[in-house]
């Protein structure tokens, strides 16, 4: 088998790997990094990801790390296997791109500090700053305002169909939807039943359940 992956199964972007791998049907040898041991930061490891972090990716001789890098290689090299998740048409392509970087610039960075003061700080016996969360929250309710003004353009983020804009937020999605960030998603229609599409596509509940 020529692809690996390696990672942890509770890493967003390990999850944003493998759901794009499932999408695209694609058969792969899944090694997991046992980061409570510090795996990631052993040098046999560095040598995969020079930054210490999960994923790295293998296919054959080629060695890849950055989740949203691996998900475009797999989305070019694989057009023909599974579901497109990048369009042909130029025009098309810009636009998904555009939202690309709206959910690596804009939305991870509020997801991934609202995630870790509800979710992960609790699980590591740690006390939330209600401040942060308060002030985070805010700043999601503005960014979901404007996916809500564009999800009622088109059924999903960078067009009428499912792509990577869409598939690079489920991750963190999946974890705030078991907080109280959730009602800022159920507030918002469009965005509500946009979050509830992507994350019953057969492709997502493989990557997270495999």
Not at 55 to 69: I, T, V
Request: one cysteine or more.
């Amino acid at each position: 088998m020529a692809i690996k992956l390696y990672g942890s199964l509770i890493s967003t972007a390990t999850q944003r790997v493998k759901a794009a791998l499932a999408e695209k049907d694609i058969e792969y040898e899944f090694i997991i990094i046992d980061m409570a041991k510090n795996e990631h930061k052993k040098p046999e490891f560095l040598t995969r990801n020079p930054f210490g972090q999960v994923p790295a990716f293998e296919d054959g001789d080629l060695k890849l790390f950055e989740s949203r890098a691996i998900t475009q290689y797999i989305a070019h090299a694989y057009a023909d296997k599974g579901n497109d998740l990048i369009f042909e048409d130029p025009k098309k392509m810009a636009k998904l791109a555009v939202w690309m970087e709206v959910e690596s610039q804009k939305y991870e960075p509020i997801a991934s500090k609202l995630v870790w003061e509800l979710l992960l700080k609790p699980m590591f016996g740690m006390t939330t700053d209600e401040a942060i969360v308060e002030e985070y929250e805010k700043k999601m309710e503005g960014l979901l305002d404007v996916y809500e003004s564009r999800l009622s353009e088109s059924k999903y983020l960078g067009g009428d169909c499912f792509a990577l804009a869409d598939l690079h937020h489920l991750p963190t999605i999946k974890y705030l939807m078991g907080t109280r960030v959730k009602k800022l998603f159920d507030a918002r229609p469009n965005v509500s039943a946009w979050a509830a599409e992507i994350q019953s596509r057969p492709g997502w509940i493989k990557a997270i359940t495999t």
